[in-house]
């Protein structure tokens, strides 16, 4: 005899989690991308100039001057540490691209003896070579980058100090040597490959700004990286437990490191960019922009705690800041009270995913 089986039955409450943890409200990026988007349409109607090709090309320039450094330190944010350091290192990588390049375009200079006297011929080569010159600046401002990023990844991961205090030591020590170098004053990109640079670093590429474009390109690299690599697995396995994840055979030393390089070589490479639009390397150039740059990363949903970031998240957060300011602007409000509503809206970003997370 057979024993009838029962009918199905059914929860549609089981395995559903609220609204505001599904689709685009399930991440901090997603909510504040919404209220990105209404801030853009309220700009718009407090200002007919906002939406005008002048002004996006203008906006997607300045928030590409910090946006590559964001995405540098989010790789940092994301195993849980910290990276303070990143303003100086825009500086001083900067002004020894732009100082490497003064020196090899100048006949008979001291610094660039050395590299005359090796290559022979070297001077007519430097003058005759297009972009060599440029090559070599560009190669010595990113190698200073790696440098430091060494050192704060040796001092973090290997003599196990707290990130917080050794980039924030890194922070002065930088920035002492690009006044010490300097001797308190600005270096101006020249040479014959000066045209070049200017180019490269503010110029445009069919009505696009270059810094935009490789902010593009490297956001691309980055998502890549972070979610379809060992290495990005990595990294977001140290930010999750970090015990854990050297308990599965990760070596945290190497990623620690690895992270903290990519980082200041994103602030060098800003840096280089941000000289180009100045027209010159000032001693005291992003003097602060560390702090627009971690604030970037927290609002588009970079946790401090580890384990959670991307370049969307840092490059809406870039965004939200760029189109703060850009509407005080054309607001006629005072520019000082930019630094006051960042300050309102990282806590309130935090604050809403805390209660979000409470709720669920």
Known sequence: MSVPMESAVTFSNIGQAKWWRRGIFATQTGYVTVALILLVVVMNFASPYFLTEGNIQNMAKNFSFIAIATLGITFVIITGGIDLSVGSMMCFSAMVTSMVMNELSTPGAAGAAWFVHLAADGKSVLATVPGLILLISILAGLLAALIVGLINGFCVAVLGLSSFVTTLGMLSIVRGLAYVVSNGRGSFPGGPDADYFY?????????????????????????????????????????GNEKAAEQTGISVVRVK????????????????????????????????????????????????????????????????????????????VNSYWQQTLVGVIIIAAVLVDRVRSKLS
Request: aromatic residues 6%; charged residues 5%; glycine residues 14%.
């Open 257 to 332: 490191i690895a992270v903290y390089v990519i980082s200041a070589l994103a602030a060098g490479l800003q840096g280089i960019i941000i000289s180009g639009w100045l027209g010159s390397a000032p001693a005291n150039m992003a003097t602060s922009y560390e702090l627009n740059v971690i604030a970037a990363a927290v609002i588009g949903g970079a946790n401090l705690a580890g384990g959670i970031g991307g370049p969307l998240g840092a490059i809406v957060g870039c965004v939200l800041l760029e189109v703060i300011r850009n509407g005080l602007v054309l607001a006629q």
């Open 199 to 239: 180019a490269l670093t503010s110029g445009d590429l069919y009505g696009l700004p270059a810094p935009f474009i490789y902010l593009i390109l490297l956001a691309l690299v980055m998502a890549v990286v972070l979610h379809h690599s060992t290495f990005g697995r990595h990294v977001f396995a140290l930010g």
